[in-house]
């Protein structure tokens, strides 16, 4: 029987290029697959056909949509996932979501090789490979960038030489991934790294700079999960579609930092993510309101080694299931309503409200209703600080202080 | 001989008050000690004077601005200290150097107590008391307003029975503490955290929603030390000055947050913060650009910890000097220029230089000059994902397996 | 109607004292709560009748023994916890039991006053108030030793006076907790910590420098769990029990050490753990050959962060929830089978088997049978160290390298 | 010119062997440089002119014994390290010392290639490769039995076909690796871990099970360094030369575990380390006795990571240069001398003193001369508690209390 290689098929040149090409260098048969992670763009039925016209012997589309959203993007927001203190983890995100569907397809159409399209020094490959590892060890991988030194211009020489039904004309400058959590763009002139984003970077975000009218908006969360929008219920998949409209329109959620890859090397990273930032900084909120100061101080740990581990392509690791098992136990109460105003790039909190609240005012106020006993402060203080107050101590004794 | 306290004097009504208040209760001579660091107002001569005039038996000003800005602004930006990912920790900031002032105040008038103006229910009773503890556990310690359950009220009254020289009509209804490293403001009606803030509240920051043109400024780092504006050298004095003025004058810098106190209580506070944030964002990005992956993640958490331990009042405690020499040691090369954006309330960096950057472009660049041997990717991949490997195999094998 | 208040009743000289000290002081009644945690030493039924004899209104004992196990001593050995690397929580562990009965017991007594023996510089104290402040914040607590500085010479004098049923001739010069988990020991001529511990000090182990055979053990575990004892089915109270007997007769568990109490203060403490230090060093190793990399390197700050806040009094706190939370995630496949040398003091692993292993013969032996791909290391090395080259030759290239 | 290669030479069989073989696969001439780490065994004069009669064009012996135990063993004890809270890092700490001498060998000989021994499946050519990375990224490196799929077979039968001057009869079933830090065993029937290691696998330490006195020692350290046992001055190296023989003569250092290797698998590891253990108990108690409690809590996350990160070959990284900082300001004051039992295989401390204890008698007694002000503890207690108090309470409201 034929052997079948599963295909992470993306529509554009290099994994349509890629469908004959693997057919002639593993003799096997190709399975495209593309998988809609709210990438927008192009038909997902122009792109299944593709597909059989470059030579595929089966074509898939997989809307993966409402699944992105609800089981890697809400993750991420309750665990505040940014990487490096301001990344969203979108292409982190996705990976593991199009492993699992590869996967899937392997045993639904037999195949026994998975190609994607990553080259070998971007995190991607890891992400995807790790991933099969973990799930599908049996299957071999191929991936032609890398493993075949594969590069643009070959894809172009060959696509012509096959006649393959890609247009190959248009040469964008960017290069970009992009999805429902965010959108990454690389490109020759930003490797300059003193060199600004042009405006024609972006693509989900209007420019912060241009005048208009702040907007307001409230989110409902129910247990770390966004539930409602100004008052009207969403999945999790349309609360981050109306945030990156609404926030992408006010400019929200532009990133532009040299990151650390797991590769070993630093890049230059544009990245737009206006629903993401938009929730994020609604949820870390509520967790303030939300959320006691011990775990509060712990959490953070966690959410840093969390980002890391997704960022880093262990999305199937233990530690990812252990970390998500102490992050689901400190979500239980962070629910309420958070208002943000949206406006000139930015998401800022200017209200929220709880049922499951600590705050209390009656503690807080310096005003009529003040129930603290300020009485017991006097102990508080002195034992709090009596460690340091010995060791100062200790080291004025010895002549060694030196504050 | 009759005793004396040292009283850490603002010139506001509470201490002026305190002054023949302390004098009555303790019998002690009262030394006025009003320390400069950078909360501008009022002329501290006038100040000085008004100690005296209100019985102080000595009134002491001292300029601690450069200081201030080198021994504790500059330290807390290394550490990238925002409590809670957001508080840039103004206050927590001011009071050990104020502590350390009225420590040396003691010691030159022969001071054997030290009074401070807090309250009993917030951290900068902790702050002045362990700081105290630490650099003179000898001084005993009186806080009217808590130990003596001293109200705004009551200072009143007891100013115009005394006909005190001090103008008690005006009211503001906001709690402020400000310096050179920011603004804090507390009022009535933002206890209540549904309320977003008005424009009122602000006095460093311009209103970020009003047109204007972006304001693009270049700062220079020498580790991890603000050295030049826009190739201007300045002390760092200078530059927090210099970033507050054109930071604010974009709105750069406002905060808004329910926040957990030292004392246990949850509470709302909003921030002012230009210089801060400014000098915060263009360092953090530096720190990207130079210092060491493995670095960088670890330097997340002690960064945490400084900004935890500042705020909790152990600026004194040996873990803080522990972890400044860690963070010492990481800033050796975190030089360079980043350029900021300016404008409409954000602090956008587009570009960074620095003669010490680990960013390598050969090694990055997707086009010609790349010199990253891609071979080397296939085995890294496989070996880095080799445990969770193993652990799914297991996790399949025993059945368990729930991804 | 009478106010009730609840004793934490030991039986001993305190405590009994306390029964006639608090009526008088309070005017209430006195419930006197007996709770075997597994301290052994007297009988409870004459406990129980020693505080009806000094006045109790009420008298309970509760035999708490599997239930301690359970629920405090297998979360604690999960977690690894030694305080300082060292102490197994043992008197750290029963406080929140304690309290937990205290509170049902005011419940059904209608208690509104909670009473316990501690003094004001120990961090029992903290473990009882800190409990009953989660768990009923409404009921009033006093603590005698503290409260109203009694002392034992008070003590004594007071039963004397009052003729209670208590035999004060006996004074032992140590100062002891124990329970199933283990024995805590602190005495006047250890609190000169140059002096080592003597003999007598012991209760719980044999002296480990004696000659005897060896005792080889092996202990099963599910899901981090002990359930038998060289094959045998016990529960958790009957493999404490058991290991208690087994390895205290091989004077394994003993520990000396300075310690930094919740209170601010270092303090020398003497503890035995047979048990408890057999049952850690057996899951450890456990936990080695079952549990991923990442993970465990992770659960190590997790497990320190679990012992750090149970020892300072925070068993009810929602951060041991969702530390609990991470823990129970990790120990799915912690089952299998250790076992350990009981000898001259020591516990040792001499052997370990699992279903779960994460251990693989293959991948792990020299011999016949390799299954390891060495080629892949080359480039897994070469990645691995990237970043650390990229830093070094930076330093290089700035003259700044010092290594 | 002809190349040369420089080859880390042990005198054993397979490095004896990779003369000749280097010399023919590169045309290389071979620089042998044999590094002395108290390794022990043979003469090094023999293992130098055993490398000439293999044909070596050159041949080192360097005595790195002192330089290894103050510069990288005392070190590793100031960080208590003890990878996975076991093992002492006894190889992983040589490697990097060894890779210093073979680059400045490499610079000395003209060198442009350095060999090493190792294979690939284990953590030393990450040792030495990252090392190597590091000093002198331009080297190339050959590890015949990685690269070339050399084995212990092919080497003797390469040695009896070259008539090399290497007994090639003797053949010890154990791999071992051993210095001055410890000594690791590896061999085939403790493969299977379940099996016990028989007593012919140690050679450092004595049976602990053998009836002996105990052997009680003092050792002084000065700012966490060994300056002195029973009173006599030592270098680190003397200090460790004399308790490898006193705690090896009482069976003190033993250690089977199952470890998880870089490369990612895990291994059984079988090692003896009776200095090393007898030096870091030792330490660790001082430091109970002279630092603070914060910096000790936070100490253990810098301790786990600076073992981890060695463990994994990165000793030449920033991050370990950044953990050093840390640990040498908190060992400031980590002096003092401490009394050890060393019998039947544990180092058990009985004592410990010290000008810069934090101990305070006066604090800790609860005899005459208690000075702790126990009124302060009521108002600690109660703020301490306050936030789970809050969170329990928010808990109870919304009846999702689970405690």
């Given at each position: 029987m034929t052997e079948r290689v599963v295909l992470a098929y993306s529509g554009g040149l290099d994994t349509s290029v890629a469908i004959p090409y693997l057919a002639e260098q593993t003799g096997a048969e190709v399975i495209a697959v593309a998988i809609d992670v709210g990438q927008g763009g192009e038909d997902l039925a122009a792109i299944r056909q593709r597909a059989l016209d470059c030579g595929a012997a089966e074509s898939e589309v997989i809307d993966a949509r409402e699944e992105f959203a609800a089981d890697y993007c809400v993750p991420a927001m309750r665990a505040n996932a940014l990487y490096m203190d301001r990344y969203p983890l979108v292409s982190a995100l996705s990976?593991?979501?199009?492993?699992?569907?590869?996967?899937?397809?392997?045993?639904?159409?037999?195949?026994?090789?998975v190609s994607h399209g990553c080259t070998g020094k971007g995190n991607d490959q890891v992400r995807f490979e790790a991933g099969l590892g973990a799930l599908a060890p049996d299957l071999k991988v191929i991936a032609p960038a890398r493993d075949f030194a594969w590069t643009r211009d070959k894809a172009i020489a060959y696509a012509e030489e096959k006649g393959l039904p890609i247009d190959v004309t248009h040469k964008s400058p960017y290069s970009?991934?992009?999805?429902?959590?965010?959108?990454?763009?690389?490109?020759?002139?930003?490797?300059?790294?003193?060199?600004?984003?042009?405006?024609?970077?972006?693509?989900?975000?209007?420019?912060?700079?241009?005048?208009?009218?702040?907007?307001?908006?409230?989110?409902?969360?129910?247990?770390?999960?966004?539930v409602a929008i100004d008052g009207e219920t969403v999945t999790p998949y349309q609360a981050i579609v109306e945030l990156n409209r609404r926030a992408g329109a006010q400019g929200v959620?532009?990133?532009?930092?040299?990151?650390?890859?797991?590769?070993?090397?630093?890049?230059?990273?544009?990245?737009?993510?206006?629903g993401a930032?938009?929730?994020?900084?609604?949820?870390?909120?509520?967790e303030n309101v939300t959320v006691e100061r011990d775990v509060a101080r712990f959490k953070k740990g966690v959410d840093q080694r969390w980002g890391e581990l997704v960022y880093d392509g262990l999305w199937f690791s233990p530690l990812r299931g252990a970390l998500d098992a102490?992050?689901?136990?400190?979500?239980?109460?962070?629910?309420?309503?958070?208002?943000?105003?949206?406006?000139g790039g930015r998401a800022v909190v200017t209200g929220r409200r709880s049922e499951a609240s600590l705050y209390d005012f009656g503690l807080a106020t310096y005003d009529t209703g003040d129930t603290f006993d300020q009485s017991l402060a006097k102990g508080f203080v002195q034992l709090w600080g009596l460690p340091s107050k010995l060791a100062s101590a200790r080291d004025a004794r010895l002549g060694g202080s030196d504050k």
């Amino acid at each position: 029987m034929t052997e079948r290689v599963v295909l992470a098929y993306s529509g554009g040149l290099d994994t349509s290029v890629a469908i004959p090409y693997l057919a002639e260098q593993t003799g096997a048969e190709v399975i495209a697959v593309a998988i809609d992670v709210g990438q927008g763009g192009e038909d997902l039925a122009a792109i299944r056909q593709r597909a059989l016209d470059c030579g595929a012997a089966e074509s898939e589309v997989i809307d993966a949509r409402e699944e992105f959203a609800a089981d890697y993007c809400v993750p991420a927001m309750r665990a505040n996932a940014l990487y490096m203190d301001r990344y969203p983890l979108v292409s982190a995100l996705s990976r593991p979501l199009i492993v699992k569907h590869l996967v899937a397809a392997a045993k639904k159409y037999g195949g026994t090789i998975v190609s994607h399209g990553c080259t070998g020094k971007g995190n991607d490959q890891v992400r995807f490979e790790a991933g099969l590892g973990a799930l599908a060890p049996d299957l071999k991988v191929i991936a032609p960038a890398r493993d075949f030194a594969w590069t643009r211009d070959k894809a172009i020489a060959y696509a012509e030489e096959k006649g393959l039904p890609i247009d190959v004309t248009h040469k964008s400058p960017y290069s970009i991934d992009q999805n429902l959590w965010g959108r990454a763009v690389e490109t020759g002139f930003l490797e300059d790294i003193w060199n600004a984003p042009i405006e024609d970077v972006y693509a989900y975000t209007a420019n912060p700079a241009e005048p208009r009218d702040p907007d307001h908006v409230v989110i409902t969360f129910d247990a770390g999960v966004p539930v409602a929008i100004d008052g009207e219920t969403v999945t999790p998949y349309q609360a981050i579609v109306e945030l990156n409209r609404r926030a992408g329109a006010q400019g929200v959620g532009r990133l532009d930092m040299v990151e650390d890859r797991l590769v070993g090397i630093k890049s230059r990273e544009v990245y737009e993510a206006p629903g993401a930032i938009a929730l994020i900084t609604a949820h870390q909120e509520l967790e303030n309101v939300t959320v006691e100061r011990d775990v509060a101080r712990f959490k953070k740990g966690v959410d840093q080694r969390w980002g890391e581990l997704v960022y880093d392509g262990l999305w199937f690791s233990p530690l990812r299931g252990a970390l998500d098992a102490f992050i689901d136990d400190t979500q239980r109460h962070v629910s309420g309503e958070v208002r943000l105003a949206l406006h000139g790039g930015r998401a800022v909190v200017t209200g929220r409200r709880s049922e499951a609240s600590l705050y209390d005012f009656g503690l807080a106020t310096y005003d009529t209703g003040d129930t603290f006993d300020q009485s017991l402060a006097k102990g508080f203080v002195q034992l709090w600080g009596l460690p340091s107050k010995l060791a100062s101590a200790r080291d004025a004794r010895l002549g060694g202080s030196d504050k």
